[in-house]
T-cell receptor
């Protein structure tokens, strides 16, 4: 699986958009970009995933660059409850051994009042 | 649905003791996983299973064993506990094919080996 690079930490003001970057310059054409988050001491929570196109759901938007070498997770209106570690993960497929997730250290997002 | 449940929540073991961490899911997921998370680090995969009776090693399987006799349960066995196994253990499950591929995680078991 391609490796990902994320900043160690960032913060944003409550109510503002949080833009979390991820670099995956060695991504292959069949690899998906996934985002999970982990609120303190809890199990990770799925946020969103995409292959080529931008994706949006009730939690966030995922913007993938045209060359797919980087992506940005956008939390449109961050709240204090969004303070968490966010993991950007790239994986080949979705079944069998390819279904495994490889977690890095992630980026710690702190939302300030 | 209760989702993914894990027991116990906390456990302290002495070096050399053994224990089983329990994991149960009620979502009829085919795939189940065990991860460990050391302080300040991301999760590392210990073992995974793509269905009842089928298990395979992940990134850090040494010192652990698993079994999958039913779709719902995926226990993790620690034999001869060592201080290096002090960690938080998370179980996860997913459909694996079709539908949604997201993994659902349990609340974790905090294990200390002294």
């Amino acid at each position: 699986d391609a490796k990902t690079t994320q900043p160690t930490s960032m913060d944003c003001a409550e109510g503002r958009a949080a833009n979390l970057p991820c670099n995956h310059s060695t991504i292959s054409g069949n690899e998906y970009v996934y985002w999970y988050r982990q609120i303190h001491s809890q199990g990770p929570q799925y946020i969103i995933h995409g292959l080529k196109n931008n994706e949006t759901n009730e939690m966030a938007s995922l913007i993938i660059t045209e060359d797919r070498k980087s992506s940005t997770l956008i939390l449109p209106h961050a709240t204090l409850r969004d303070t968490a570690v966010y993991y950007c993960i790239v994986r080949v497929g979705l079944t069998g051994a390819n279904s495994k997730l490889t977690f890095g250290k992630g980026i710690t997002l702190s939302v300030r009042p | 649905n209760a989702g993914v449940t894990q027991t116990p929540k906390f456990r302290i073991l002495k070096i050399g003791q053994s224990m089983t961490l329990q994991c149960t899911q009620d979502m009829n997921h085919n795939y189940m996983y065990w991860y460990r998370q050391d302080p300040g680090m991301g999760l590392k995969l210990i073992y995974y299973s793509v269905g009842a009776g089928i298990t395979d090693k992940g990134e850090v399987p040494n010192g652990y064993n698993v079994s999958r006799s039913t779709t719902e349960d995926f226990p993790l066995r620690l034999e001869l506990a060592a201080p290096s196994q002090t960690s938080v253990y998370f179980c996860a499950s997913s459909f694996g094919t079709g539908r949604s591929y997201e993994q659902y995680f349990g609340p974790g078991t905090r294990l200390t080996v002294t």
